[in-house]
């Protein structure tokens, strides 16, 4: 079945330092969302990507969608303490086809 | 303010007592859907409903049940807990012109 892998699963930086988590799908997708979940939190919505490799920016975060749509990326620039959390990217094949990542959880040492 | 609610948010029970686990959104939503979140495998989908009286297995449905009985209700059964369900739940709605899905706060179960 459909296969949804994010790399790294854990990643521990240094305030300031910058991080990029990456998500592969087995299957070509349709669309790919990213959601953050801090501790103790439940996932919220991030950013959706649909377009073969599309980028979009939001503050110091910065998306791709690959040209393939099989992969994406989640980069953060300069890491702020208020990023910790762990990431989630969720492939979409159609509408009620949703497979979540394993995540990302990032620390930032202050 | 839009939003989904879960309760109990938390659960201790014995194996084999059957528990419901309520889920309500406020936004008209059609979509609907049950998630297992457990460490190292992020979430998992348990159930789902497209719409009032449809719903559908997720990739987990297993132990579970759940019914749409209204459009703003999801509820999800354990007609017989065991402790390989003790999890952090997650209910969310997603409407049919959007693609943001909203989640509730989380229902953590501990079966022993």
């Known amino acids: 079945g459909q296969q949804v892998m994010q790399i790294p699963q854990y990643q521990h930086v240094q305030e300031g330092e910058d991080f990029t988590t990456y998500c592969n799908s087995s299957?070509?997708?349709?669309?790919i969302q990213w959601y953050k979940q801090r501790p103790g939190g439940h996932p919220v919505f991030l950013i959706q990507?649909?377009?073969?490799?599309e980028v979009k920016k939001q503050k110091r975060l910065t998306f791709q969608f690959g040209e393939a749509k099989k992969n994406s990326s989640l980069h953060i620039t300069a890491t702020q303490t208020t990023d910790v959390g762990t990431y989630f990217c969720?492939?979409?094949?159609?509408?009620?086809?949703?497979?979540f990542g394993p995540g990302t959880s990032l620390s930032v040492i202050p | 303010e839009a939003q989904v609610t879960q309760n109990p948010r938390y659960l201790i029970t014995v194996t084999g007592k059957k528990l419901t686990v309520t889920c309500s959104q406020n936004?008209?939503?059609?979509?609907m859907s049950w998630y297992r979140q457990d460490p190292g495998l992020g979430l998992r989908q348990i159930y789902y409903?497209?719409?009032?009286?449809?719903?559908d297995k997720g990739d987990v449905p297993e132990g579970y049940k759940v019914s749409r009985k209204e459009k703003r209700n999801f509820p999800l059964i354990l007609e017989s807990p065991s402790p390989n369900q003790t999890s952090l739940y997650f209910c969310?709605?997603?409407?049919?012109?959007?693609?943001?899905?909203?989640f509730g706060p989380g229902t953590r179960l501990t079966v022993t």
């Open positions: 969720a492939g979409q094949t159609s509408y009620d086809k949703v497979i």
């Open positions: 299957t070509t997708l349709s669309n």
């Open positions: 990507l649909v377009k073969s490799g």
């Open positions: 936004m008209n939503h059609e979509y």
């Open positions: 409903s497209m719409n009032v009286e449809v719903t």
């Open positions: 969310a709605s997603l409407g049919v012109s959007s693609y943001e899905q909203y």
